[in-house]
Nanobody, 124 residues
Framework: QVQLVESGGGSVQSGGSLRLSCAASGYTYNSYCLGWVRQPPGKEREGVAVISVDGTTSYADSVKGRFTISQDGRINVYLQMDSLNPEDTAMYYC???????????????????WGQGTQVTVSS
């Protein structure tokens, strides 16, 4: 049973930084894409960043150059968020799906496993 547990959300002023963490367990480490999906209030979910088994990353245009996804032995997945702005306010979910290739999808519907989410609020 794949389990994903997020931490690190909170409130920050515009221009600030936050680092989200996700503890992943219950899966074969070399067979999954890992990532982060967010859902702003009243809006659709958006795939923010993904990382593949070989470390290949992909980002949404809205966060490119400001957010960085990384992994720690594929046990912990992190999302470093810099230069935050109010449009980044959302519930952030750690996500995963079975895929051993180097190219991971950021489409939210692709992810079979979801954490409970952590709230990020950015004030102006």
């Amino acid at each position: 049973q794949v389990q994903l547990v997020e931490s690190g959300g909170g409130s920050v002023q515009s221009g600030g930084s936050l680092r989200l963490s996700c503890a992943a367990s219950g899966y074969t480490y070399n067979s999954y894409c890992l990532g982060w999906v967010r859902q702003p209030p009243g809006k659709e979910r958006e795939g923010v960043a993904v990382i593949s088994v070989d470390g290949t990353t992909s980002y949404a245009d809205s966060v490119k150059g400001r957010f960085t996804i990384s992994q720690d032995g594929r046990i912990n997945v992190y999302l470093q968020m810099d230069s935050l702005n109010p449009e980044d306010t959302a519930m952030y979910y750690c996500v995963a799906y079975l895929h051993s290739g180097s190219s991971c999808s950021r489409v939210p519907a692709a992810f079979a496993y979801w954490g409970q989410g952590t709230q990020v609020t950015v004030s102006s």
